[in-house]
């Protein structure tokens, strides 16, 4: 479900005394330790509530004192929620907020602009470096997903894309096109299941019948994207 691993960020501008940590990722104590040894750490940022992104939060917070702060403020830890739209400035950075729900509702990606250079997007789990992500239950959305697909394609046209999982994206939009496709292709799929095996097919049998040749272990993601998607028609 991570591909190779969940990638923590650290940011500094050349020459900022010191960083932002984007993900703290899994409680791990020789993980964290590295992050905080990257520091000083002023800020810790995350881009959604899932523990391999979150769980190393209150440790990292706890080693360094900085705030973290998430859209959800479950997940925030001396800091304020994060806004749509809102700008941080920190370790000579300008770091702007763009919620991209869809995979989860409090999914933001992260615009991060150092002087004189273009713009980097930290995509966190909205756009993977390889495969596609899951719409996850139970609060993802595919409308709310692929308008997020919109955003990102907006901000990130030719632009390196940075994910929390598999490799960078060279050119952001390029990527963003493709995952777009693809989800439209799932759906044509997923109304031609409807079409053979009825208009009250359960996800189950929808999964079976468009899923038949993926690896078992990625069944449980596949259920949750098919339920995502059956919302979605039955909600058009």
Known sequence: MTLDGTRSVVLRAPGAPSCVV?????????????????????LVLVTHRHADHTAGSRGLHARTGAPVRAADPAHCHGGDPLSDGEVVEAAGLRIGVLATPGHTADSVSLVVTAPGEEPVVLTGDTVLGRGTTVIAEPDGSLRDYLASLDALEHVGGGRLGVPAHGP?????????????????????????ALATLGPDAGVDDVV????????????????????????????A
């Not at 960078?168 to 799929?189: C, I, K, M, T």
């Open 168 to 192: 960078e994206l060279p050119d952001l939009g390029e990527a963003v096109r493709a995952y777009r496709n693809h989800r439209l292709e799932r759906l044509d799929q997923i109304r031609a």
């Open 208 to 235: 079976a019948h468009v899923y038949a040749d993926v690896d078992p272990s990625v069944l449980g993601a596949a259920r949750q994207t098919v339920a995502a998607q059956l919302a979605y028609l039955h909600s």
């Open 22 to 42: 984007v993900d703290p990722g899994p409680d791990d104590a020789a993980h964290l330790e590295a992050l905080a040894a990257a520091g000083p750490v002023d």
